[in-house]
């Protein structure tokens, strides 16, 4: 059974920076996919980042590209979403996701497993 739990959601102001992790307990998690989303309130879910097993390629939101950075550690099975620059429109439930491959990863597609979230609320 596939496990996600993210932490690292907080309050923060504008401008500044919030790292969050995805801890997996997933067997072969390099072989994974993984992306991240977020949901504010009132709106659908929107992917944010994607990378791919081995951590080689990335893709990310427009909204976000510049200011996030996603990044992985196979050896602890464990992903990371690096949030700078933060802004009020980031304000959201951040939510980590197993994808099926990189190649509909990337696009915000085929996604089986998803965690609980954690709460990322910037303050202008």
């Known amino acids: 059974q596939v496990q996600l739990v993210e932490s690292g959601g907080g309050l923060v102001q504008a401008g500044g920076s919030l790292r969050l992790s995805c801890a997996a307990s997933?067997?072969?998690?390099?072989?994974?996919?993984m992306g991240w989303f977020r949901q504010a309130p009132g709106k659908e879910r929107e992917f944010v980042a994607a990378i791919s097993g081995s951590g080689q390629s990335t893709a990310y939101a427009d909204s976000v590209k510049g200011r996030f950075t996603i990044s992985r550690d196979n050896a602890k099975n464990t992903l990371y979403l690096q949030m700078n620059s933060l802004k009020a429109e980031d304000t959201a439930l951040y939510y980590c996701a197993v994808g099926v491959n990189y190649y509909s990863a990337s696009r915000g597609l085929g996604y089986d497993y998803w965690g609980q979230g954690t709460q990322v609320t910037v303050s202008s």
């Open positions: 997933v067997r072969t998690f390099s072989s994974y996919a």
